[in-house]
């Protein structure tokens, strides 16, 4: 199976957020994918944007200079069957980023 390097979930509040974030991230020409939030991560909106490392400061770049309200940030470790999401980022009112 293949390990997942440097992949990462952005999550958020509301739908409405997770809408505008994507359709600024195609605008950008950032690669990401939206796709449901895995059960273990909670129910938020019930969607995230994955997207791989090197996209990651760009696509937070665009949500905090469009004002885009973002949930929080994890990284992907593991398998596909034994996935380990873990928080770099959290807390909407806390802007500071854990250094990746």
Do not use: W
């Not at 449901?36 to 991560?41: A, C, K, S, T, Y």
């Not at 929080?72 to 980022?89: A, P």
């Amino acid at each position: 199976m293949r390990q997942m390097e440097g992949e990462y979930l952005i999550t958020f509040p509301k739908t409405h957020s997770m809408i505008k974030g994507e359709m600024l991230l195609k605008e950008a020409d950032i690669l990401a994918r939206t796709m449901p939030l895995p059960p273990v991560l909670g129910d938020s909106c019930g969607f995230c944007i994955r997207l791989k490392e090197e996209e990651l400061d760009k696509a937070l770049s665009v949500f905090e200079k469009e004002d885009v309200e973002i949930g929080d940030v994890y990284r992907i470790d593991g398998e596909k069957n034994n996935r380990v999401y873990s928080k770099i980022y959290g807390e909407r009112r806390d802007r500071k980023r854990k250094s990746l």
